[in-house]
């Protein structure tokens, strides 16, 4: 590689402002790059090579990642589906669990009602029939009466 002061002295004026002088050699731009540049462009090739190949195992771990992670999502949504079954059954389960208990409750209720019912329909039942008979017995007799007395 060159020095450093061949660098800077590609960038002197070859003359001053002002009246004609003599000519400067032109330098050699293309042939100065080349030989400052090349070795550099030469390890950036390795690097290029090594860029393309981590690259290309990047693109491959990243599609077995893809894969695996697909695998994983299609198990997780068969046991969220075999999960929300076995979820749903043991809810109507306890459904109609409950709402056996709440048909036994209505029929426990409905029974005891009937049994007040029949309760308060014996202890005045007799007191209705005495009162029905008495009463009855006394349009009869009015009735016979009244045909006694008539025309």
Do not use: C, K
Request: glycine letters at 6%; proline letters at 4%; charged letters at 30%.
């Amino acid at each position: 590689m060159r020095p450093w002061r061949d660098f800077l002295e590609r960038f002197r004026p070859t003359g001053t402002p002002g009246a004609a002088a003599l000519r400067g050699v032109p330098a050699d731009r293309a042939g100065d790059a080349e030989s400052e540049l090349g070795l550099l462009l030469a390890l950036l090739d390795d690097a290029r090579t090594q860029a393309e190949q981590i690259r290309a195992d990047a693109v491959e771990r990243a599609r077995g990642i893809r894969a695996r992670a697909r695998g994983r999502a299609e198990e997780m949504v068969l046991s969220a589906r075999q999960h929300t079954e076995s979820a749903r059954a043991e809810a109507v389960g306890r459904a109609r669990a409950q709402n056996a208990a709440e048909q036994d409750a209505l029929r426990n209720a409905a029974a005891a009602e009937i049994e007040r019912m029949r309760t308060a329909v014996a202890v005045r039942m007799p007191d209705y029939v005495a009162r029905v008979r008495s009463e009855t017995r006394a349009l009869i007799d009015g009735s016979n009466r009244n045909s006694e007395v008539g025309p």
